[in-house]
C-alpha cells in the first residue's frame, strides 16, 4: 500500500511477471513481500492481499500462484489472497466503479475494459511472440529489423546512427551479437525509435504509425463486439510517459474519449479492492477478465 495517512505503508521489490519468472519464482517474491508487510506493521495483521501480477491473465495461473503463496506462508497467510491481472488494478485505478478502458503500452501491450454492467473484457495481452501491438518491444523489434535492412542496403534510417551512438551496436557484426549473443533486450530501443520518429526519419515515423494503427485496431475490435463498453481510455504504461506517442496513439483512435492518467495508484486501486473482498462488499469472481466471445 501506499501514502502517508495513518496505517499505510509503501514497500518494494522486484518486478513480478509470471509467465518470464515462472510460477515458484513469482510465488516465492510475492510471499516474500507480503511477509516484509506484516513485519513493518506489528499489531495489525495483513488482513486481505489482492495481488495485480503481469501475465497472469488467466484463472488456472491465478489460481496456482494463488495456492503456492498460501502454501509458502504458511499460517501466516492472510485470510483473503487473491491473484488477478495486473491490468485489472490498473483499470480500478483509473476507473473506479465505471465503464472505460485501459490502454497498456509498456514493454508489451494490452487492452482491458469494464462495461457498465460490470464485466472484464480484454484484447492483446499475447505477449512479444504473438502480438505485443504498439509496446515497447514491438517499436524496438521493428527498429532493429529496419536497421538490418538499411545494413542490405534498404532505406537509410536515423535509427542506425542512434543504435551506434547510444549502445554501441553497429553493422552485421553489432547487430547480430546484440540480438543472437548478448540477447539485447529489443524494447530498448523503444526510446530510440519515437525520437528518430520526431524527427522525421521516414522509417521511424512509419514503424511508430504501424504499431499504433495495430494497436488501435485492437481497441476498435474490443469496442466494436463488446455492448456497454464506455468509449472513453486512459493510457498507461512506460511508452505512456511518452507525450509525442500518446498523441499518436490518440490520433488513432479518434473515436474515443481520452482521459488524463488516474491521481489513485494502482497500489492504492488494489487496497482498496483487497478491504472490499475482506468485507463482502465485492466477490473475487468480479476480478476475472473474458474475451470478447466468452458469453
Known sequence: MSGQQQGERRLSAEAVNVMRLGQEAAAQRLAKLILAAGCETP????????????????????????????????????????V?????????GAFPDSSGLLIIVGTGS??????????????????????????????????LMA???????????????????????????????AIYVQRWPLQTAAPAVLAAAQEGDEVALHITMTEAKALGAQVMRLL??????????????????????????RSALQTLRF???????????????AKELAQGVRHADALRLSDPRDG
Request: proline share 5%; with cysteine.
Open 43 to 82: 499489531g495489525w495483521p495483513v488482513q486481505a492481499i489482492v495481488a495485480g501480477v503481469a501475465g497472469a491473465g488467466t484463472l488456472s495461473v491465478q489460481t496456482a500462484l494463488a495456492s503456492r503463496i498460501r502454501a509458502i506462508m504458511g499460517a501466516a497467510a492472510p485470510p483473503v489472497l487473491e
Open 224 to 249: 466494436e463486439r463488446t455492448p456497454g463498453l464506455e468509449r472513453r481510455a486512459c493510457l498507461s504504461g512506460g511508452l505512456s510517459a511518452s507525450a509525442w506517442y500518446c498523441a499518436v496513439l
Open 147 to 177: 536497421v538490418a535492412r538499411a545494413v542490405d542496403g534498404g532505406p537509410p534510417t536515423y535509427l542506425e546512427d542512434l543504435l551506434h551512438q547510444i549502445w554501441g551496436i553497429r553493422g552485421r557484426a553489432g547487430l547480430l551479437d
Open 259 to 273: 482521459c488524463p492518467p488516474a491521481e489513485s495508484s494502482a497500489a492504492l486501486a488494489a487496497a482498496r479492492v
Open 84 to 92: 488477478v491481472h495486473d491490468g485489472v488494478i490498473a483499470l480500478e
Open 110 to 143: 494490452a487492452i482491458v475494459g469494464r462495461t457498465r454492467g460490470g464485466r472484464l473484457v480484454r484484447a492483446g495481452g499475447w505477449g512479444y511472440l504473438m502480438g505485443d501491438e504498439g509496446s515497447g518491444y514491438a517499436l524496438g523489434r521493428r527498429a
